[in-house]
C-alpha cells in the first residue's frame, strides 16, 4: 500500500487509458492523480505538484514518455516510475524502469507499483 495522500501522474495521450489507470491505481491506494499528454505538460505537472509515481505511456503527442521522464528527473530529481505502453520491447532494451504492456492487466500494474516502492 501506498501513504495517504499519494498522488500519480499519468503521462498518456489517450483520455480512456489514462483514466483507466487512474482507476487501477486507486484501488492501489493512490489518492490524486494528474493527467498529461505531452512531455510539456508533464513537466508542468510535476512542478506544480510533486508525484510520488509517474506512469509513462512510450508513444506522446510531442514526444515520448522517456523524455517527458527525463525532463521531468531533471526539473524535480528522481522520482519512482512505471512505463505503461504498447511499445514494451523500446522500452525494456533501454531498461529504464518496469513496463506493464497494454492491455494492462491489473496484477501487472500491482507488481510494477511494488517494483518501485522497493527500489
Not at 508542468?44 to 521531468?72: C, E, F, K, M, Q
Amino acid at each position: 500500500m501506498v501513504g495517504p495522500g499519494a498522488h500519480a501522474l499519468i503521462i498518456e495521450d489517450e483520455m480512456i487509458i489514462a483514466i483507466e489507470v487512474g482507476e487501477l491505481l486507486a484501488d492501489l491506494g493512490y489518492a490524486t492523480f494528474d493527467i498529461a499528454d505531452s512531455p510539456a505538460q508533464a513537466v508542468a505537472a510535476a512542478l506544480a505538484r510533486r508525484p510520488d509515481l509517474v506512469t509513462a505511456d512510450y508513444r506522446i503527442i510531442g514526444g515520448t514518455g522517456i523524455d517527458a521522464v527525463a525532463a521531468i528527473v531533471k526539473a524535480i530529481g528522481p522520482v519512482p516510475v512505471i512505463y505503461v505502453t504498447g511499445n514494451p520491447d523500446i522500452v525494456l532494451k533501454r531498461g529504464l524502469a518496469p513496463v506493464v504492456d497494454k492491455p494492462i492487466a491489473p496484477r501487472a500494474l500491482a507488481e510494477a507499483c511494488r517494483q518501485v516502492r522497493t527500489a
